[in-house]
């Protein structure tokens, strides 16, 4: 963030070993600051060190009688008269799967179980077609495992668009192979030539993609949308600030599932385009101002492993379920696998971390929520003083060290 009347950058960072320890200790000589490649004079340092579980729990847990469901221990009374941390806990109810939600909740509730904070706050938001508050902002982890489990949540991540979006796949793999490939020319049917139905099945084709592009184009832009108004509303609290962000993914080209599955059936006709629809902009707006205010994301996949990967959550298959070519599988793979791109550049831009490939969410949550415990905080004036606009690149290191460094990539050099 750009203070106007010093411009400082401010840059929080967390450094571990190659094992994931947190290294602390460090002072500001220890560390180097690059922008755009160019040495910056760090004139700001601060650190922070304080752990998320108590030992007061750890010793209930131990001393349990028999390991039977607990509810979680009383928070210590506060001992700051205002938080320091705040985390908002944002689960993405319109891209993500049900099937894959109870892994989420199970998660979720683990971390709240242990949870004890003196100096943090927690929200818990559903983030569908519209953001819908959960759990308003609270000091107390029970309260949010509370809402973890209540019906209302539940009922959220069932009326996700998810699996519209599975059955829209399903349907133009069924319409690809039954209508389109049986008229016309696909390269799983061989080189028979178009026949007369061809013109109607082409046109059939072309009407499903377009109104299944325009009606996901339109529900990813109030998804961003509302994605922005969180991170607005996050940076309004005088506090540090992460949303820890939980979803299956998404594209930023709408659309981009199903030009996959066609390109799988191999249509002779090459006339066919890409979408051209893309929400590359909206996305642009979210970093900006996330990095504007310093506000880090840290971005959960909650389809868990990676492994024939499908639109809903591998949910969805197109050749065993569906009838289609081997290819379709695979396109289908790769259509999943960029979805994780949107949430790999929330992170990375921001400062956070990108949690993936891993049937331990618990484990993505929990560093979340550490690494805003064991930080540091680097200031540097800029040596470019120009407000163009245009981004700026930081890269920090600690000198002499074979460390791992995490920070915000950079930073659009603008004047408010």
């Given at each position: 963030m750009i203070r106007e009347n010093v411009r400082q950058v401010l840059v929080p960072v967390v450094v571990t070993d190659q094992k994931g320890h947190y290294i602390t200790g460090l002072r500001a000589s220890d560390f180097q600051v690059l922008e755009d490649g160019a040495l910056q004079k760090i004139v700001g340092f601060g650190t922070t060190t304080e752990p998320s579980i108590s030992s007061a729990a750890d010793a209930s847990n131990q001393t349990s009688d028999k390991d039977s469901v607990r509810a979680p221990a009383p928070a210590p009374a506060a001992k700051v008269r205002t938080p320091r941390r705040t985390y908002l806990i944002c689960v993405d109810a319109l891209h993500s799967a049900f099937s894959n939600f109870s892994r989420v909740r199970k998660a979720?509730?683990?971390f709240f179980e242990q949870e004890q904070s003196v100096d943090s706050q927690y929200a818990l938001i559903a983030l569908g077609r519209e953001p819908k508050v959960i759990q308003d902002s609270t000091r107390d982890p029970g309260a949010v495992l509370a809402a973890i489990q209540s019906k209302n949540f539940l009922n959220t991540i069932l009326e996700s668009e998810a699996r519209g979006l599975a059955r829209d796949a399903q349907q133009f793999t069924e319409l690809m192979r039954?209508?389109?490939?049986?008229?016309?020319?696909?390269?799983?049917?061989?080189?028979?030539?178009?026949?007369?139905?061809?013109?109607?099945?082409?046109?059939?084709?072309?009407?499903?993609?377009?109104l299944s592009g325009e009606r996901t184009s339109a529900l990813n832009q109030n998804f961003l949308?509302?994605?922005?108004?969180?991170v607005k509303a996050t940076a309004s609290i005088p506090a540090q600030r992460t949303i820890?962000?939980?979803?299956?993914?998404?594209?930023?080209?709408?659309?981009?599932?199903?030009?996959?599955?066609?390109?799988g059936f191999g249509p002779k006709d090459r006339s066919f385009q890409f979408n051209p629809r893309d929400n590359e902009d909206q996305l642009q707006s979210v970093l900006k101002l996330a990095v504007?205010?310093?506000?880090?994301?840290?971005?959960?996949?909650?389809?868990?492993?990676?492994?024939a990967a499908s639109l809903d959550g591998n949910s969805f298959d197109a050749?065993?379920?569906g009838g289609g070519p081997e290819k379709v599988?695979?396109?289908?793979?790769?259509?999943?696998h960029q979805n994780t791109d949107a949430l790999f550049q929330l992170a990375h831009e921001t400062g956070g971390l990108f949690f993936e490939n891993s049937s331990d969410l618990f484990k993505g949550i929990h560093r979340a929520f550490a690494d805003g415990r064991e930080s540091y905080m680097l200031a540097y004036v800029p040596t470019n003083h120009t407000l163009d606009g245009k981004y700026r690149k930081i890269k920090v290191d600690v000198k002499g060290k074979r460390l791992l460094v995490n920070a915000k990539a950079g930073y659009w050099a603008t004047s408010d």
């Open positions: 979720l509730g683990k039954d209508d389109y490939c049986k008229n016309c020319a696909c390269e799983s049917r061989g080189p028979a030539p178009d026949g007369p139905g061809c013109p109607g099945a082409k046109g059939r084709l072309l009407s499903f993609l377009l949308s509302g994605l922005s108004q969180l820890v962000f939980i979803s299956d993914g998404f594209n930023r080209n709408p659309g981009r599932e199903l030009y996959a599955i066609m390109d504007h205010y310093d506000v880090k994301f840290y971005t959960i996949d909650s389809r868990g492993l990676y492994a050749s065993s379920g599988d695979l396109n289908v793979m790769s259509a999943a």
